[in-house]
């Protein structure tokens, strides 16, 4: 862990500089609640002040840390203020979504590589797609899958799945024509059938690839959730937690919620490179 | 060709066009109604996927610009089928048709949303982002232990949720476009940082021993060398941070905005069931993004004529 001092650092200069802005962010209420009390305050008095505001503009680091702490550990999980809670909801939709995402994903790539008109047909849309906003229309399919009646889960897991989807497929179709000619010559002359060279070579050879676009596709699927989150009306999930924070101004409210989603995100993409790991380690393609 | 094969695009059309007669003519009550929409929208499918099947093995060097083409007509046709068919409310699908004619109508309201969301707020974002994070990447090249501080913690910022920060940026910076701009900021900053840290290392030990028997300074390798070795590496994230820059800048638009802008107008026009024109400024925003990435694409062509992958 020869890195572990540098980031270390890093983290450190980063919570400072954190600390700097929040103070000097933070005086100007300070500087105007005295003023308006007609008193007058000299620094020393103000920056303690900055650091333990109700709503500050910018919350220092240790008052998220005591928000995220209380939102984990400082309710009953089914309580409405638990992170756990609403981390769940989100966690939940993501999952779903992005089960069917990838899996839709997979298969779509192995129709392509084994289907010229499908290839030809299919495949510039699915790279064009990802210059496409698509995140632009979540709203939308939250409101009209409402007014048909499908609420709760679905319609945000359809987004996480839609937002998965295009990057797997790309990366997909990339890994299982990742076999040179070579290789795929040299089961020719074994006379291997179809499905053998799949299951033996292409589908082997595709692993590093299908890793490294499933990590896109988790993270991508993360925010399809929470942005499918906010236009319900702040119901619950992280999403509700950063959209209510905002309309009442509880900056602490957002900062825990954004610190709790990206945490979710880091243990899910995580996740991901440790079944990487373990995948390429046993198939030997990992020293 | 087989003539079970050469049969079969026969048979389609022979049910497309029997399908499309009896659904006309039929009684709107009749039982075998909805049977015979949903057959007439299966045989125009396989009529369309049989032609693009035979277009796609006959190897001609148009195919790949038409195949797709028919791809996506046939998708726009089906779609425009089906909802004139089963008669789908316009406030759930609203039909292809249907959008061009908002799209046509409402073009002022388009393009002021568009310089709002794009010119406004995803561009300059763009620009200060991208500058920021090839200037911040040039410093902290000179300092290899800078380089293992920064790269995890960008890489691992780079996978996180970012667009969660919109609303407190909308909080510091009003709802107009300063903002969004701040939002894209920080969107583009780390994959851009990351790829460009990347890039300036892409020189090898010979053509930098080289630079040196010349007696280049710092800068002179810097500017001749390095700089142009790492320009398929900083493309790269460019590329990535175009769609970025849109996403945020439409997604921050969701926490609070003026009257105009392509986010506010789908949030507002969601609000009204007003499909049509959300799918017009979706339309808007899927045209502006591909267009962003290509210009990049187009630039990255012209600076990275020499790289193994421009050569054709």
């Not at chain 1, 999930?237 to 709790?260: D, K, P």
């Not at chain 2, 998708?75 to 959008?99: D, H, Q, T």
């Not at chain 2, 920021?132 to 800078?146: K, N, Q």
């Not at chain 2, 630039?299 to 990275?304: F, G, P, Q, S």
Request: proline share 6%; with cysteine.
């Amino acid at each position: 862990m020869r890195n572990l001092l540098p980031i270390l650092t890093v983290l450190l200069v980063i919570t400072g500089l954190w600390y700097l802005a929040a103070m000097r962010m933070n005086a100007t209420w300070v500087y105007d609640q005295a003023a308006r009390a007609g008193q007058v305050v000299t620094l020393a008095d103000v920056l303690p002040q900055t650091l333990n505001q109700e709503r500050p503009v910018l919350p220092a680091p240790h008052q998220v840390a005591k928000g995220l702490w209380e939102g984990v550990a400082g309710q009953k999980v089914t309580s409405k203020r638990s992170l756990v809670y609403h981390g769940w909801i989100t966690l939940s939709a993501t999952l779903l979504g992005f089960a069917f995402g990838s899996a839709a994903g997979i298969l779509l790539a192995v129709g392509i590589v084994y289907n010229r008109a499908m290839d030809m047909s299919v495949m510039p849309w699915a790279i064009a797609s990802q210059t496409i906003p698509i995140l632009a229309i979540a709203p939308m399919i939250i409101v009209v899958l409402n007014s048909m009646g499908v609420t709760g889960l679905v319609p945000k897991a359809i987004i996480s799945a839609y937002l998965s989807f295009f990057p797997v497929v790309v990366g997909m179709v990339k890994g299982l024509r990742s076999p040179d000619a070579m290789q795929l010559d040299l089961l020719r002359t074994y006379s291997a059938s179809g499905l053998a060279t799949f299951g033996k070579l292409r589908l082997p050879s595709s692993m590093p690839y299908l890793f490294a676009s499933l990590k896109v596709g988790v993270a991508a699927s993360l925010v399809g959730t929470i942005v499918g989150e906010l236009p319900t009306g702040a119901v619950a999930g992280l999403g509700s937690r950063l959209l209510s924070g905002s309309y009442y101004g509880q900056t602490v409210q957002i900062w825990a919620a954004l610190f709790a989603a990206a945490l979710l995100a880091a243990s899910l993409v995580g996740i991901i490179g440790m079944i990487e790991r373990m995948t390429l380690k046993r198939m030997g393609l990992l020293r | 060709m087989t003539a079970r094969q050469k049969l079969l695009p026969g048979i389609l059309g022979f049910m497309f066009a029997a399908t499309l007669v009896a659904v006309n003519w039929l009684d709107a009550a009749h039982p075998a109604l909805p049977l015979l929409k949903v057959l007439n929208l299966l045989s125009l499918w396989g009529t369309a996927w049989y032609m693009n099947v035979a277009l796609a093995n006959a190897g001609h060097p148009a195919a790949r610009f038409v195949v797709p083409a028919v791809f996506g007509l046939t998708l726009l046709l089906l779609w425009e089928r089906a909802v004139g068919l089963f008669g789908i409310s316009p406030v759930i699908l609203p039909a292809p048709s249907v959008i061009w004619v908002q799209i046509v109508t409402s073009l002022p309201t388009l393009w002021a949303d568009f310089v709002q969301t794009f010119v406004k707020g995803a561009l300059s974002g763009y620009a200060i982002g991208c500058g920021a994070a090839v200037a911040v990447a040039v410093l902290i090249d000179r300092s290899p232990f800078l380089q293992r501080g920064l790269l995890p913690v960008g890489n691992f910022v780079a996978a996180l949720p970012i667009v969660g920060i919109a609303p407190i940026m909308v909080m510091w910076f009003g709802f107009d476009w300063h903002s969004k701009a701040a939002v894209v900021v920080i969107m583009v900053f780390f994959p851009v940082l990351v790829n460009m840290v990347a890039g300036l290392k892409a020189t090898d030990h010979m053509q930098r021993d080289l630079m040196a028997t010349y007696g280049a300074s710092y800068w002179q390798t810097l500017l001749k060398l390095r700089l142009p070795a790492a320009m398929p590496f900083l493309f790269n994230g460019l590329k990535i941070a175009t769609t970025l820059a849109l996403i945020g800048a439409i997604v921050a638009e969701f926490f609070g905005s003026p009257i105009v802008g392509m986010g506010f107008r789908i949030t507002a026009e969601i609000g009204r069931l007003g499909l049509p024109m959300i799918w017009a400024e979706i339309t808007v925003a899927a045209l502006a993004g591909s267009a962003f990435y290509g210009v990049v694409a187009l630039i990255e062509k012209r600076v990275t004529f020499w790289h193994p992958s421009q050569r054709h």
